[in-house]
T-cell receptor
Framework: GNSVTQMEGPVTLSEEAFLTINCTYT??????LFWYVQYPGEGLQLLLK?????DKGSNKGFEATYRKETTSFHLEKGSVQVSDSAVYFC??????????????FGKGTKLSVIP | KAGVTQTPRYLIKTRGQQVTLSCSPI?????VSWYQQTPGQGLQFLFE???????NKGNFPGRFSGRQFSNSRSEMNVSTLELGDSALYLC?????????????FGEGSWLTVV
């Protein structure tokens, strides 16, 4: 079946540190890949996405590259801020015609950034 | 442009009762889906509707049901509530079923079953 595996948290970093959150997936066909972020008490916000191999999604200093050969979509940021403290979810969505258009999520990684 | 709106935001119900949650998608969006979020199970897909038709359903018991109206607004219902139904219920909308289309989430409805 389709699944997403992301690194276990929590992750605690000092401000301005480099962030990497690993995400790998298993899917039939060529899914679209997403990173969502959830701040305390809120819903999910799309952080970035990539729809085909070698695409790089980027937003607010975060980046992730769709690597089909390693079935990965790792999230990176060069210098984290306290305001980046949140839970990050990696997700995939199968292509149209696959019969299922739901998002399949990883378990989430909680990031805490300390001053 | 208004986002996805969910009501109510918070509610407390007693075991055995039923609950109805409402979702208004972004204007023009015809696809609405629902997810349950719990600390133990994470985010799990409940169902998806497109133009009033249920297109897909997750692995939940029949106590969980939903529908979509002609104006794309959606409701989900949980009957005979159990303690384990306590969760954040998230509604999401997108313009169509294309894989790469952005899916926008509401802030969720926090359900506590006591």
């Amino acid at each position: 079946g389709n699944s997403v595996t992301q690194m276990e948290g929590p992750v605690t970093l000092s401000e301005e540190a480099f962030l990497t959150i690993n995400c790998t997936y298993t899917a039939t066909g060529y899914p679209s890949l997403f990173w969502y972020v959830q701040y305390p008490g809120e819903g999910l916000q799309l952080l970035l996405k990539a729809t085909k191999a070698d695409d790089k999604g980027s937003n607010k200093g975060f980046e992730a590259t769709y690597r089909k050969e390693t079935t990965s979509f790792h999230l990176e940021k060069g210098s984290v801020q306290v305001s980046d403290s949140a839970v990050y979810f990696c997700a995939l969505r199968l292509p149209k015609g696959a019969g299922s258009y739901q998002l399949t999520f990883g378990k989430g990684t909680k990031l805490s950034v300390i001053p | 442009k208004a986002g996805v709106t969910q009501t109510p935001r918070y509610l407390i119900k007693t075991r055995g009762q039923q609950v109805t949650l409402s979702c208004s998608p972004i204007s023009g969006h015809r696809s609405v889906s629902w997810y349950q979020q719990t600390p133990g199970q994470g985010l799990q897909f409940l169902f998806e509707y497109f133009s009033e038709t249920q297109r897909n359903k997750g692995n939940f018991p029949g106590r969980f049901s939903g529908r979509q109206f002609s104006n794309s607004r959606s409701e989900m219902n949980v009957s005979t509530l159990e303690l384990g139904d306590s969760a954040l219920y998230l509604c999401a909308s997108s313009s169509d079923l294309s894989s790469g289309n952005t899916i926008y989430f509401g802030e969720g409805s926090w359900l506590t079953v006591v």
